[in-house]
C-alpha cells in the first residue's frame, strides 16, 4: 500500500491549487480516503472525505465552498482541488486511506485521523499572508 501525495506549493492568497494522492495497493472504490491538513505542533485536521461506495462527501467548515474532493479511479488517484486560498491554509496536505477502521467512520468522525490506516507523507502549501 502506498499513498503519494503532490501538487502543494507557495501560491498567494486567492488563488488555487490542486493536490493530488495517488493510492496504490487499495480499489478505491471500496474504502474511503480523506485529506488531511497538518501544522507544526499541532495534530493533523480532516478536511475533506469520500467514499465512493457510500456515495458521501464531506467537507470542513473551513474549507467548504472553496475545496472539492474527487477520484479518478483510472488513475487511482484522489484530488483536492483548492481555490480561494487564504493563509490559514498553509499547512502540510497528507491523504489517508480508511480500510480496516472504514466501519467505524459517521459523518461525525470522519475528520478523525484515528480512523486512517494508511498514510502519506504530505505536500507542503504555503499562503503568505
Known amino acids: 500500500v502506498q499513498l503519494v501525495e503532490s501538487g502543494g506549493g507557495l501560491v498567494q492568497a486567492g488563488g488555487s491549487l490542486r493536490l493530488s494522492c495517488v493510492v496504490t495497493g487499495f480499489n478505491l472504490d471500496d474504502y474511503a480516503v480523506a485529506w488531511f491538513r497538518k501544522t507544526p505542533g499541532q495534530d493533523q485536521v480532516g478536511v475533506s472525505y469520500t467514499s465512493k461506495r457510500d456515495s458521501v462527501i464531506y467537507y470542513s467548515g473551513s474549507v467548504k465552498g472553496r475545496f472539492t474532493i474527487s477520484i479518478d479511479n483510472a488513475k487511482h488517484t484522489v484530488y483536492l482541488q483548492m481555490k480561494d486560498l487564504k493563509p490559514e491554509d498553509t499547512a502540510t496536505y497528507l491523504c489517508?486511506?480508511?480500510?480496516?477502521?472504514?466501519?467505524?467512520?459517521?459523518?461525525?468522525?470522519?475528520?478523525?485521523?484515528?480512523?486512517?490506516?494508511?498514510w502519506g507523507l504530505g505536500t507542503q502549501v504555503t499562503v503568505p499572508s
Open positions: 489517508g486511506v480508511s480500510a480496516l477502521r472504514y466501519s467505524r467512520i459517521t459523518p461525525t468522525s470522519w475528520h478523525k485521523p484515528w480512523n486512517y490506516d494508511y
